[in-house]
């Protein structure tokens, strides 16, 4: 069964840095597309950070500049590098890969979530 799991969540105060990991367990194949989202309090989840299995990033306007999305295929791991974090930043941060598995078949997988909570 593949499975995701993120770590590295916690309280920060603004301006701080935190760095999210999330690493990919089970029999596959590779991983394609990964990325972050991110439930705010009260809202959809969202967008924050895609990378490409080539390394192609991409992310929503608001963290450009202050998050870096990148990955190691040799670990099965995604990461998120957050800096100058901020209280809008506030959320329930998911990963999301698109696995192949072992046999061939194609999973659009996701992780139970971390919390990050930046205080003002």
């Known amino acids: 069964q593949v499975q995701l799991k993120e770590s590295g969540g916690g309280l920060v105060q603004a301006g701080g840095s935190l760095r999210l990991s999330c690493v990919v367990s089970g029999s596959i194949l590779r991983a394609n597309g990964m990325g972050w989202y991110r439930k705010a309090p ?4 969202d967008l924050v950070a ?7 990033t991409d992310y929503v306007d608001a963290v450009k500049g202050r998050f870096t999305i990148s990955r190691d295929d040799t670990a099965n791991m995604v990461y998120l590098q957050m800096n100058s974090l901020k209280p809008e930043d506030t959320g329930v941060y998911y990963c999301h890969a698109e696995i192949i598995d072992a046999d061939g078949g194609e999973h659009d997988t996701w992780g139970r979530g971390t919390q990050v909570t930046v205080s003002s």
Request: net charge positive.
């Open 50 to 56: 895609v990378i490409t299995r080539g390394g192609y």
């Open 42 to 45: 009260g809202k959809e989840r």
